[in-house]
Nanobody, 117 residues
Framework: VQLVESGGGSVQTGGSLRLSCAAS????????MSWFRQALGKEREWVAS???????DYANSVKGRFVISRDRAENTLSLQMNSLKPEDTGMYYC????????????WGQGTQVTVST
């Protein structure tokens, strides 16, 4: 499975961005797709997950502001990010899990999101 992210960029506080992740290879084998992010000098943290049966989960820090969605026909994962804050700044990574969201089997290369004041 190969994952390629797009849609990152720079935005002011309160703005919106939409990230996309295109999956290729054997996307039908994916059980869970997630977004993670990593700020400079910090550890990578989980942001949101979308399971095969449609359940979504969010980190408390983004709940109510971010929406994760998956288009199985197009093999894409999206993250709509609204009301962005400077603390949302970081490299955002798409992740795919074959059995459980807790174990990532594949990573994308990342796309940078910068939120300025």
């Amino acid at each position: 499975v190969q994952l390629v992210e797009s849609g990152g960029g720079s935005v002011q506080t309160g703005g919106s961005l939409r990230l996309s992740c295109a999956a290729s290879g054997s996307p039908s084998s994916i059980y869970c797709m997630s977004w993670f992010r990593q700020a400079l000098g910090k550890e990578r943290e989980w942001v949101a997950s979308h399971k095969a049966h449609g359940r979504t989960d969010y980190a408390n820090s983004v709940k109510g502001r971010f929406v994760i969605s998956r288009d199985r026909a197009e093999n894409t994962l999206s993250l709509q990010m609204n009301s962005l804050k400077p603390e949302d700044t970081g490299m955002y990574y798409c992740a795919a899990s074959l059995r459980t969201c807790g174990i990532t089997d594949y990573w994308g290369q990342g796309t940078q999101v910068t939120v300025s004041t």
